[in-house]
């Protein structure tokens, strides 16, 4: 879950947890007749998306309308069918077809070849108690008087076999809203999408918002933000966020999209978590409503971490992700990749680009020795977080891959500085990756730490076997003290260390150097 990145905090006694994202799916084929949707929020009552599916020409092999059990990024089981309160389908000439709930996400048609439309009414996510599977906020729905946020996943399906075909989504709701979402918006103010998956990985927002803008390197970069009691605007998260997103450009050395949407929901729900979830064009967040002031920071580092993620999963990525099964979860082996690396990144990010003091890093660095160690005390090595992140052991210790996973990518960037001679660090590596990869072509889940290690050095295969592949104490003060900084273990802190040897403060050069 951040996503989900989940990125898990512990910021004064509240649980952030963000949502990890999927690839978009960027090629079309417009030859192919597209599954329509139409959901009306004009009608916002009793808490329920009304969905209109206009079906297309559809055989015996289409015989299941599939509801997702997960959904990527979240690494939780979330079973939506468990919301879909009526379900019917109807003949061209408007005569029931019968429809059986086979399972807790799918319906069955006694005759798909006559199944014209389906009508259903789902319940948003927010405000439905359920007795197990909470689904995270920032990966669920909400629909009220003033705004309606949509996930995909938690509102629409796809007929068995059609999860790869186009969709065009129709939404009627009322004149004074607007609307956000990285999907394109067609002459008729439809949506469209290339797959299921292109749908689920673009959240749309829509209500009484406001919107800024910005262009980074001709990357457009839209922020559209909820906020119940009008305490924030999307002005004061543009003035927060445009230096987070100028140094993104210089540590990527260059936006590998050409635009990108920022969806913020604010709101006094008294929900304990908040979070956010991204994608590939885009990222949405759900947070209780405060004065900016108070929240600021946080949610500019979650904001850096959802943002990176536009490197991973989007342009490097495995099978797993290009082709995922919203039937039965199936986990990856490289959350450390996907998730770890990414909130290492969101911070050297910062760090680099001045916005962050060495002190401020080095506490930050201290805080996440302390909740991985002292929170999370987990048994799990990274790969077992990975590998169990669907089971109820592994995701109550999923959050150490926020923590622990961006600690291993800290002591991984000064290893390959080390044996570079500190020409090439993890971000060096990470942008080369990605150019070889990009968005269309996934890597091996299997074999891709053998092809990491022979991309990088031999020494680099040690390193993922000890601490990824493997549970063993991370060598804080070892590795640290490569670059001149002094680990204290009993009380967790970082300080640099006034006698750093000459070789040690040029590895630290290189470590530390800004961005241009």
């Given amino acids: 879950m951040k996503l989900l990145k989940i990125a898990i905090f512990v910021v004064a006694s509240t649980l952030l947890i963000s949502c990890g994202g999927q690839k978009s799916t960027t090629a079309s084929n417009n030859k192919v007749e597209p599954v329509k949707f139409h959901i009306n929020l004009n009608d916002r009552s009793n808490d329920t998306f009304k969905v209109t ?13 599939q509801f997702a059990s997960t959904a990527p990024g979240t690494y939780t089981v979330m079973n939506i ?53 909470p689904i995270y906020p920032m990966c669920g729905t909400s629909i009220e008087e003033n705004h309606a946020l949509i996930n995909a996943h938690a509102v629409l399906g796809y007929f068995k076999g059609k999860q790869a075909t186009p969709m065009n989504i129709k939404i009627d709701y009322p004149e004074n809203w607007l609307a956000g979402t990285a999907l394109t918006l067609n002459s008729d103010n439809s949506y469209s999408a290339n797959t299921f998956d292109h749908a689920v990985d673009s959240p749309i927002l829509l209500g009484e918002l406001t919107t800024a803008s910005m262009e980074v390197s001709g990357t457009k970069v839209d922020i559209l933000t909820y906020s119940e009691k009008g305490m924030i605007t999307s002005e004061m998260v543009l003035e927060s966020m445009k230096d987070m997103i100028i140094s993104a450009d210089k540590f990527l050395g260059g936006l590998p999209v050409d635009r990108y949407t920022f969806l913020f929901h604010f709101e006094t729900n008294g929900k304990p978590i908040n979070g956010a979830w991204e994608h590939s064009y885009s990222s949405e967040y759900t947070n209780q409503e405060k004065p ?37 979860p199936v986990p990856s082996r490289h959350l450390w990749l996907y998730e770890g690396t990414t909130e290492w990144a969101a911070h050297m990010m910062q760090f680099k680009a001045g916005q962050k003091s060495m002190d401020d890093y080095l506490k930050m660095l201290r805080r996440k020795v302390y909740i991985s160690e002292q929170y999370y005390k987990s048994e799990f090595s990274l790969l077992d977080l990975s590998l169990k992140s669907f089971t109820k052991e592994g995701h109550e210790k999923y959050g150490d891959i926020y923590m622990g996973g961006a600690l291993v990518a800290g002591l991984l960037d000064i290893r390959l500085l080390e044996l570079s001679n500190g020409e090439k660090g993890l971000s060096d590596v990470i942008n080369q990756l990605a150019k070889i990869y990009g968005p269309n072509k996934a890597f091996d889940d299997a074999t891709f730490f053998q092809y ?65």
Avoid: C
């Fill in 292 to 328: 900016w002031n108070e929240i600021e920071q946080n949610m500019k580092d979650m904001a850096s971490h959802e943002f990176f993620h536009i490197v991973t999963p989007l342009n490097i990525h495995s099978e797993i992700i290009q082709e995922f099964n919203f039937i039965q």
């Fill in 452 to 516: 990491f290690t022979d991309f990088t050095y031999p020494e680099i295969g040690d390193f993922l076997n000890s601490y990824v592949k493997e549970k063993n104490a991370l060598p804080y003060k070892e590795y640290y003290q490569k670059v001149g900084i002094s680990f204290n273990a009993e009380d967790m802190t970082f300080t640099l260390d006034e006698n750093a040897s000459e070789k040690q403060l040029t590895l630290r050069s290189a470590w530390a150097k800004q961005l241009d």
């Fill in 81 to 133: 069918g468990r919301f879909v309160k009526t379900f019917e389908a109807f003949d061209d000439k408007g005569n029931p077809i019968e429809t059986n709930k086979v399972s807790v996400n799918q319906y069955e048609f006694a005759q798909p070849e006559k199944v014209a439309s389906i009508n259903y009414e789902i319940s948003e996510t927010f405000d439905t108690e359920v007795k197990e599977l």
């Fill in 53 to 65: 599916v206009t079906a297309p020409e559809l055989t015996s092999e289409n015989n299941i309308y």
